[in-house]
């Protein structure tokens, strides 16, 4: 099973209407929670009148900061530091405001749209102060001998780079429904969570609840990217809400909410050198640059900053390199992760500098690539460097194959020369190539239990979750290829936190790796198990005992064999075992990307017109979906490089609220991407040698296009930040060169 692009488990109930999100769910009694928001950047809370609102007809609550005065600010999650403490968000604002959009108030109602209507009569009396930002805190890393190289460089290179702000946009909003269960005496959270467990145990502890005193009950759910699925305001208000009126409560988030409250990402500017020798090596890279937290530092703590820096130099082999990352405050949304967190920002910074090493010596940029790379022999290869509490040992990889491979399946030379002779005919076309190193499978654990019952049918419970990318066919595939049966008959359960004690969830693609690579040691503890109870009733010796599709039977005589379903039935109806795995490094795969471009001479428009993604992702376990993921992943790269960013006037307000403002790419503007899938360096941490997969199409889109665009233009080194919109093309179109 594994290594077959089979069907995904998920999709049939999606497809007949069957699945339920979490506007789908609901419980008598239930109430609706609206948010009232600050609709100013900065100021502080002179008053906040509520008395109009507390008399309106189906109003069951209205509540502001000061009610929930006791609940402290959400922690951090990942990467927090005693710097960042002071910055944590309060779940309703009760002095000040820090950005528009910040939740001040809650009115629950007996129907939404009632809510919504009581929530316009709250009077928020703010008083505006002054935008100012604040630098919270350097994070600082280096390796190797940077001021020497510089000083015995050939050349030094210095660039400025930018990447705007923009974020994952899923087709469902957030959501949310808390219901305080009458026979278990549990608090139930219904929605889409990445990390489930987590989110639990966080509300209990803010709400000063007994452990597990709060379960996750997973829905379907229409898009996750990073964005989705952290620990926000509102998951603690529905909560505290439903605790308080000891009834359900439940939120669903418009789309200029999201807009406007859900996690920011990217928004980075950079100040980068490099140190280069006379045969082009790259000796030594010193980067400094500004990461635009927003107002608050919410669930990641520092991670997107800290990826950029452990992740900046890719695939080459730097001998130095240094690292200056300044976590700045502003009166923006709060920022998190976004597919590829920190890395396509880095990317397009270490790829902009080879491109730019290339430009200056003189040489093809794919011989500069070929001359930095991290060679195969080199794994695995210590970068000096740490992030999300691992050491960043590049664990394998053959860099050069990869850029070969891609080379060689566009035909460079060939596609090079045919550019070349449309740009001498007058056409604004271009070829551009982006590397990339990514992080998958991020530990320390993941459990996963397995039952099989006496009619044969299998359980696997796993603590992971879904936020699309195909957990159930996934898990299933692994579990079906050890037990040698039909993948469709293996149920897996996530997101349900009742039904195993811990888990991490979903999230740094890590759930291929961990989860998969834990189902592949249970169901080995599995048939172990089977082969122990099997040796008492066969009468055998557990030597004399072989596996063989679904059974346990003596070596050489097929007659004497019994079933799992027999096995379980032997001994009460159930054969059950766990496992967990665990790790204390990540896996990296790696791959580049090429991009085609054609531009319009009159508006600055880029047409794609062909987009290749070279992946190695050390084995695939279902490469479909991997084709998919990376698909997907191109898309909102894509869409990040040439089109979203979210702007802001100088009094803080948002200039981007609806979708005529936030630009995506269509069905239109999103080519085909082929897919070179490669599996020649399988990870040597996890019994299965695989690596994460979700966000490899995302990573060096910036990067690629950049490239392309510059070539098509015929204005080398002038594409410094992201997005790159027709506007601006069109005005490095007019400017001299």
């Not at 959400?74 to 710097?83: A, N, P």
């Amino acid at each position: 099973m594994i290594g077959e692009s089979v069907r995904r488990l998920e999709d049939r109930p999606l497809l007949l209407g069957r699945a339920k999100f979490i506007a789908d769910v609901s419980f008598p009694n239930e109430a609706h929670l609206r948010v009232v928001r600050s609709e100013v950047a900065s100021g502080l809370i002179v008053d906040i009148d509520v008395s109009e609102a507390l008399q309106s007809s189906g109003v069951v609550g209205v509540w502001t900061g000061e009610d929930l005065a006791p609940v402290p600010p959400i922690d951090f999650r990942q990467i927090g530091y005693d710097e960042l403490v002071p910055y944590r968000q309060p779940v309703l604002a009760r002095e000040s405001v820090r950005y528009v959009g910040e939740p001040v108030a809650i009115v629950v109602a007996e129907d939404a749209y009632v809510a919504e209507d009581i929530a316009e009569l709250v009077v928020v009396d703010i008083e505006p102060l002054e935008i100012e930002p604040v630098e919270a805190m350097l994070l600082e890393s280096e390796y190797g001998s940077v001021d020497q190289a510089f000083s015995e460089a050939h050349r030094i290179l210095e660039l400025e780079l930018t990447v705007g702000r923009h974020s994952g946009i899923p087709m469902e909003t957030r959501g949310l429904l808390a219901r305080p269960n009458p026979d278990t005496g549990r608090l139930e959270l219904h929605g889409a969570s990445k990390v489930p467990h987590y989110t639990c145990a966080a509300i209990s502890a803010m709400l000063d609840l007994e452990p597990h005193s709060v379960v996750g009950r997973e829905c379907a759910v229409g898009g996750g990217f990073g964005i989705r699925g952290e620990l926000y305001p509102e998951d603690v208000l529905v909560s505290w809400a439903a605790l308080r009126l000891n009834r359900p409560v439940k939120w669903i988030e418009d789309r200029r909410e999201h807009l406007i409250a859900a996690n920011h990402s990217r928004d980075q500017r950079h100040l980068v050198k490099a140190a280069v020798s006379r045969d082009g090596l790259i000796t030594a890279v010193d980067d400094e640059f500004w990461y635009d937290q927003g107002a608050y530092v919410r669930t990641h703590g520092a991670t997107v900053p800290s990826l950029t820096a452990a992740m900046l130099p890719g695939p080459y082999a730097f001998p130095a390199y240094r690292s200056r990352g300044h976590i700045c405050l502003s009166n923006k949304t709060p920022a998190g992760t976004y597919r590829a967190p920190g890395r396509f920002e880095a990317t397009f910074v270490c790829e902009r500098v080879v491109e730019a090493v290339a430009r200056v010596m003189g040489l093809d940029p794919v011989t500069v690539r070929r001359r930095n790379l991290i060679s195969a022999d080199a794994m695995p290869f210590d970068r000096q460097l740490s992030v999300l509490g691992t050491s960043v040992v590049l664990d394998s990889g053959d860099y050069p194959l990869i850029l070969d491979r891609m080379v060689d399946h566009i035909e460079f030379e060939r596609l090079d020369r045919e550019l070349a002779q449309r740009r001498a005919d007058g056409e604004l076309v271009g070829l551009g190539i982006g590397m990339f190193v990514e992080k998958s499978g991020l530990g320390p654990f993941e459990d996963v239990q397995i039952s099989i019952r006496e009619n044969g049918s299998v359980e696997v419970v796993t603590g992971a979750a879904s936020v699309g990318q195909g957990i159930e066919t996934i898990i299933a595939q692994i579990c079906a290829d050890d037990l040698d049966m039909d993948y469709r008959n293996i149920e897996v359960i996530h997101g349900q936190t009742d039904r195993i004690s811990r888990g991490l969830g979903a999230f740094a693609s890590r759930v291929t790796v961990m989860t998969g690579s834990a189902t592949r040691l249970v169901t080995d503890a599995v048939k172990r198990i089977a082969r122990d109870v099997a040796s008492d009733i066969l009468e055998a010796s557990a030597e004399d005992l072989e596996y063989r599709a679904g059974a346990i039977g003596v070596r050489g005589q097929p007659d004497r064999s019994l079933t799992l379903g027999e096995i379980a039935a032997a001994i009460g109806g159930e054969l059950r075992a766990e496992a967990s795995f665990t790790a204390d490094h990540m896996t990296y795969p790696y791959g580049a990307h090429a991009v085609v471009v054609d531009i319009d001479p009159h508006t600055g428009a880029v047409k794609i017109e062909r987009y290749v993604v070279a992946y190695d992702v050390g084995r695939a376990i279902n490469p479909m979906l991997i084709e998919g993921q990376i698909q997907g992943g191109a898309a909102q790269g894509i869409g990040g490089a040439l089109l979203e960013e979210f702007l802001y006037d100088s009094q803080g307000q948002p200039l981007v609220t609806s979708f005529m403002d936030y630009l995506m790419p269509t069905a239109s503007e999103t080519p085909a991407v082929e897919v070179l899938l490669s599996e020649d360096a399988p990870s040597p941490h996890n019994p299965l040698g695989a690596k994460g997969a979700g966000e490899g199409g995302t990573n060096a889109c910036g990067a690629a296009l950049a490239s392309a665009i510059e070539q098509a233009i015929g204005r080398p080194g002038t594409v410094t930040d992201l997005p790159i919109t027709a506007s601006k093309i069109k005005a490095l179109m007019k400017s001299a060169p």
